[in-house]
Structures are given as C-alpha cells and as structure tokens.
C-alpha cells in the first residue's frame, strides 16, 4: 500500500511538472510570436535571427 501511495505521489508530481513546462512553453512560444509581428521589435528579431541564421539576404533593406 505504500508503494501505491509514493507512486501517486510521484505522478502527480511529474503531473505538475509537465503542465508547468508545457505552460511555459507555450507562453515562450506566444510572447516570440508577439514579438516577431510587432513592427520595431521584429524588425531586430528577425534581422538578428536571420544573420545568425546564415541567411541574412533574404527580407534584409540594405541599400546597395
């Protein structure tokens, strides 16, 4: 019976630990994509990611 009990224990545990880092994902995920669309932001985002990327030539506004 104790060995059922620490079980129970344990998985509501790792319960509480998913749904914590699925939410924190989730909310990761939402702010990036908020600050991706937003005009100013995005604009540094994604000149960064794409340089680090590798393919800052694409959507860059570099006059030549």
């Known amino acids: 019976m104790r060995e059922v009990e620490d079980f ?7 319960v509480v630990d ?3 880092l699925s939410g924190g994902m989730l909310v990761g995920v939402v702010l990036l994509t908020i600050l991706f669309l937003n005009p100013t ?9 794409l340089q ?6 694409i ?4 006059d030549e």
């Open 52 to 57: 680090s990327a590798g393919n800052a030539t």
């Open 8 to 14: 129970v224990k344990l998985s509501r545990r790792m």
């Open 59 to 62: 959507g860059s506004t570099t």
């Open 18 to 20: 998913v749904a914590l």
């Open 41 to 49: 932001w995005g604009r540094i985002l994604r000149r960064t990611y």
